[in-house]
């Protein structure tokens, strides 16, 4: 890549790699095992498997493998990074960024210059990662190199009504110029406020705090606020649901995602000055004309409807984006990459070329921006996109189903054991997929000690390769 002092065209993801745990939960033996009525995690939720981590697995090993797997795919070389920036709520250290753990892959190449450190905010923080990372490229201090994102985290809950909505994932994204999905200049919609709707308070436990009927309230208002604002800024139009091809959200669960969208139709029903109700997706719909947007949060009836009528255009335009949320469950930061990697690997890339994908992004406390990628039209290098995420459906496929007892086991495991130290995992590295790292050891200065499991020979010890 050479350097242009020119603002660079079609800034945007060049490439994405997907990584998840292997070991998994079933969602409807957990309702059997939690004493729940059956479907209050399949149906309710929308879920239907949930992966977690053992205590081999941290925020630190789920970014080293994400970004290994990348550079091992040959998308990019360490030296060609200019820019690293994690996006993570999971801490293993008040100080120490995961970006600087990472920075131990860089060593073999004598590439230190690397810009970027983490970004916290709830499920925000992916998003935050790579506005910046985006606006490097755009920016006067960019060398010409490659920006290189990773939104990961682990959720987890203590046992109880949140802990079905858990999950665990990381998303490694590489920006450039010239990219397949290019991020849209002047589309954003921003929203921010303070808010305890979500929060971990003590940094001795990897549980948060959750208002769940705030968090949903919150959620649901941030949306409005960011599609009253999504649109384009030089002509100051608002965009409708016509004009957007594939929608992806942040999932805390499949079922929110899927009120959302009908949200967002109500959205347009109630500014739109003369709805058709008679004919048309808001046939039936007379009797909601006049609401007050924002007394509808909780509205049951408007929800029925608008989840009804909106059912059509979510199935294809949003539905193939909830493969991951609904099989591996909320991954926080990564959540909503996670769904563009979902909808990238079910869609054939004539289905994408030219499209428009709004991504909705929501970290509780609160933060949360709507904005959108545009398709290239150039179907090669659309279909080289999607290749590298194609495998997702039988990677999901070939992960180990954990009975819900040995679950809940290694959940306990992992409460006793989240910080200790001196500290020895004890779990199987048989659960782990080949090549993942993991962590070997904690010393007793809290000083972490990982490996690569079968076909990676590297050896990361304090800083050391």
Same mark, same amino acid.
């Given at each position: 890549?050479?350097?242009?002092?020119?603002?660079?065209?079609?800034?945007?993801?060049?490439?994405?790699?997907?990584?998840?745990?292997?070991?998994?939960?079933?969602?409807?033996?957990?309702?059997?095992?939690?004493?729940?009525?059956?479907?209050?995690?399949?149906?309710?939720?929308?879920?239907?498997?949930?992966?977690?981590?053992?205590?081999?697995?941290?925020?630190?090993?789920?970014?080293?493998?994400?970004?290994?797997?990348?550079?091992?795919?040959?998308?990019?070389?360490?030296?060609?990074?200019?820019?690293?920036?994690?996006?993570?709520?999971?801490?293993?250290?008040?100080?120490?960024?995961?970006?600087?753990?990472?920075?131990?892959?860089?060593? !073999? =190449? +004598? &590439?230190?210059?690397?810009? @970027?450190?983490?970004?916290?905010? %709830?499920?925000?923080? #992916?998003?935050? /990662?790579?506005?910046?990372?985006?606006?490097?490229?755009?920016?006067?201090?960019?060398?010409?190199?490659?920006?290189?994102?990773?939104?990961?985290?682990?959720?987890?809950? !203590? =046992? +109880? &009504?949140?802990?079905?909505? @858990?999950?665990?994932?990381?998303? %490694?994204?590489?920006? #450039?110029?010239? /990219?397949?999905?290019?991020?849209?200049?002047?589309?954003?919609?921003?929203?921010?406020?303070?808010?305890?709707?979500?929060?971990?308070?003590?940094?001795?436990?990897?549980?948060?705090?959750?208002?769940?009927?705030?968090?949903?309230?919150?959620?649901?208002? %941030?949306?409005?606020?960011?599609?009253?604002?999504?649109?384009?800024?030089?002509?100051?139009?608002?965009?409708?649901?016509?004009?957007?091809?594939?929608?992806?959200?942040?999932?805390?669960?499949?079922?929110?995602?899927?009120?959302?969208?009908?949200?967002?139709?109500?959205?347009?029903?109630?500014?739109?000055?003369?709805?058709?109700?008679?004919?048309?997706?808001?046939?039936?719909?007379?009797?909601?004309?006049?609401?007050?947007?924002?007394?509808?949060?909780?509205?049951?009836?408007?929800?029925?409807?608008?989840?009804?009528?909106?059912?059509?255009?979510?199935?294809?335009?949003?539905?193939?984006?909830?493969?991951?949320?609904?099989?591996?469950?909320?991954?926080?930061?990564?959540?909503?990459?996670?769904?563009?990697?979902?909808?990238?690997?079910?869609?054939?890339?004539?289905?994408?070329?030219?499209?428009?994908?709004?991504?909705?992004?929501?970290?509780?406390?609160?933060?949360?921006?709507?904005?959108?990628?545009?398709?290239?039209?150039?179907?090669?290098?659309?279909?080289?996109?999607?290749?590298?995420?194609?495998?997702?459906?039988?990677?999901?496929?070939?992960?180990?189903?954990?009975?819900?007892?040995?679950?809940?086991?290694?959940?306990?495991?992992?409460?006793?054991?989240?910080?200790?130290?001196?500290?020895?995992?004890?779990?199987?590295?048989?659960?782990?997929?080949?090549?993942?790292?993991?962590?070997?050891?904690?010393?007793?200065?809290?000083?972490?000690?990982?490996?690569?499991?079968?076909?990676?020979?590297?050896?990361?010890?304090?800083?050391?390769?």
């Amino acid at each position: 890549m050479e350097t242009s002092r020119q603002w660079p065209d079609r800034v945007g993801i060049l490439a994405l790699e997907v990584y998840f745990p292997r070991t998994c939960v079933n969602h409807t033996e957990l309702e059997t095992f939690d004493g729940c009525s059956a479907g209050k995690y399949t149906i309710g939720l929308g879920q239907t498997n949930m992966g977690f981590c053992t205590d081999r697995e941290d925020i630190h090993s789920l970014c080293l493998t994400v970004v290994q797997n990348m550079f091992d795919r040959g998308v990019a070389r360490p030296d060609e990074i200019g820019r690293l920036e994690v996006g993570t709520e999971t801490i293993v250290d008040k100080s120490k960024s995961v970006k600087s753990v990472l920075m131990q892959l860089f060593a !073999a =190449s +004598g &590439n230190t210059s690397v810009e @970027g450190i983490d970004t916290t905010n %709830a499920c925000y923080g #992916g998003t935050s /990662a790579l506005f910046n990372a985006a606006a490097w490229i755009e920016s006067s201090a960019w060398d010409g190199r490659y920006a290189l994102v990773v939104a990961a985290d682990i959720a987890v809950y !203590a =046992s +109880g &009504n949140a802990r079905p909505t @858990g999950g665990a994932g990381a998303v %490694a994204m590489l920006l #450039g110029p010239n /990219a397949p999905l290019a991020l849209e200049r002047g589309m954003r919609g921003t929203h921010m406020e303070h808010a305890y709707d979500f929060y971990k308070p003590d940094l001795s436990s990897e549980y948060p705090v959750v208002d769940g009927r705030l968090s949903i309230q919150c959620y649901l208002t %941030a949306m409005d606020k960011c599609y009253q604002r999504f649109g384009s800024r030089t002509d100051k139009k608002q965009l409708t649901l016509d004009e957007i091809d594939f929608a992806c959200f942040h999932s805390p669960f499949t079922k929110l995602v899927q009120k959302s969208y009908g949200r967002l139709m109500l959205n347009d029903f109630l500014r739109d000055p003369s709805p058709n109700t008679s004919s048309g997706k808001y046939a039936g719909l007379e009797s909601f004309l006049g609401r007050k947007l924002e007394e509808t949060v909780f509205d049951k009836d408007v929800e029925k409807a608008f989840l009804k009528a909106s059912k059509p255009m979510y199935d294809e335009r949003v539905g193939p984006g909830t493969l991951l949320g609904t099989q591996v469950g909320n991954m926080y930061t990564a959540s909503l990459y996670g769904s563009l990697a979902s909808l990238l690997a079910l869609k054939k890339p004539e289905q994408l070329v030219g499209k428009r994908i709004a991504m909705f992004s929501y970290g509780s406390g609160l933060a949360s921006s709507l904005y959108s990628f545009n398709v290239s039209s150039d179907v090669a290098a659309v279909a080289k996109l999607t290749t590298s995420v194609s495998h997702l459906p039988k990677m999901l496929e070939s992960r180990t189903k954990v009975p819900p007892a040995e679950f809940a086991k290694m959940m306990k495991l992992r409460e006793e054991t989240h910080h200790l130290a001196p500290y020895k995992p004890v779990a199987d590295i048989d659960l782990l997929y080949p090549g993942a790292y993991y962590l070997a050891s904690v010393d007793d200065k809290h000083r972490r000690q990982y490996e690569r499991k079968a076909g990676g020979t590297s050896r990361l010890e304090n800083g050391q390769d």
